[in-house]
């Protein structure tokens, strides 16, 4: 199940949980649900938040490595045009590049194909006892002039381009791309909730009597005075105040 699904699931949860206080006829009892509700949500926002930020993480460093397959697919474009115009089997020529890249290292790979045409595959043409066709001279010329300083460029990030290639970069970028548009709708779906919750549960805040309030425990009694209108707000603390300006001073 992924997060989406997760999300989606634990809002039906806090769904069903509203509709349960809602239908809870003692104002305390419904209070405190809802301030249960509250909290679940604001728990739910903060995981779908942290998982939107580890995917767009995930995006940054994708997209910095589709980038580098683009643009090394661009060279290699240019390397199928001249493995066509050198080798009798340019497919084969392709593969024995890729086995060199994938087992030797740069400097290796670019010693061997400085050894000529023939290192990668079968070129064009015959070389019979040191009488070449003329297929064979264009291939030969066309290697040294076009194709040889084309792989000089592709092959130091070719074996790189290689592993990328096998761990599906491409793919993975679509994926993520996916997940943080599912995290975006969920964030957006969670926040449409909570206000709808934090709406009721400051109209039940404001609507409690004095002897609902006195049930309540004093982190309750914060978070009701923390939903109520500025001037309800000010209004208790006034009252505090002058409650404890008339409070007799204990005699030293």
Not at 44 to 64: A, D, I
Not at 117 to 125: D, N
Not at 169 to 196: F, S
Request: hydrophobic share 40%; charged share 30%; net charge negative.
């Amino acid at each position: 199940m992924g997060d989406s699904d997760n999300s989606s699931a634990a809002l039906d949860a806090l769904r069903a949980q509203f509709d349960q206080a809602m239908s809870e006829p003692d104002a305390v009892k419904r209070f405190r649900v809802l301030l249960d509700v509250m909290e679940g949500a604001r728990l739910l926002q903060s995981k779908v938040n942290k998982s939107l930020k580890e995917h767009q993480k995930s995006e940054t460093f994708l997209e910095v490595e589709k980038r580098f397959v683009t643009k090394h697919e661009t060279k290699l474009d240019a390397l199928a045009q001249g493995f066509f115009n050198c080798y009798a089997t340019p497919g084969k020529a392709r593969a024995a590049l890729d086995q060199l890249c994938d087992n030797y290292d740069t400097q290796y790979v670019l010693d061997v194909v400085a050894l000529g045409v023939w290192r990668l595959s079968k070129p064009l043409g015959f070389d019979l006892f040191g009488i070449k066709s003329e297929a064979r001279h264009a291939a030969e010329a066309f290697y040294e002039n076009k194709l040889h300083p084309a792989l000089e460029q592709a092959i130091p990030d070719h074996g790189d381009y290689l592993k990328l290639k096998r761990l599906n970069v491409e793919e993975r970028y679509g994926k993520v791309l996916e997940d943080i548009e599912m995290c975006r709708k969920a964030a957006a779906a969670i926040e449409v909730v909570l206000k709808k919750y934090r709406d009721r549960f400051a109209t039940e805040a404001k609507s409690m009597s004095e002897e609902d309030v006195e049930q309540l425990s004093p982190s309750e009694v914060v978070e009701r005075v923390k939903a109520l209108p500025p001037k309800m707000q000010e209004a208790i603390f006034e009252a505090q105040k002058e409650a404890l300006a008339t409070k007799p001073r204990a005699a030293h």
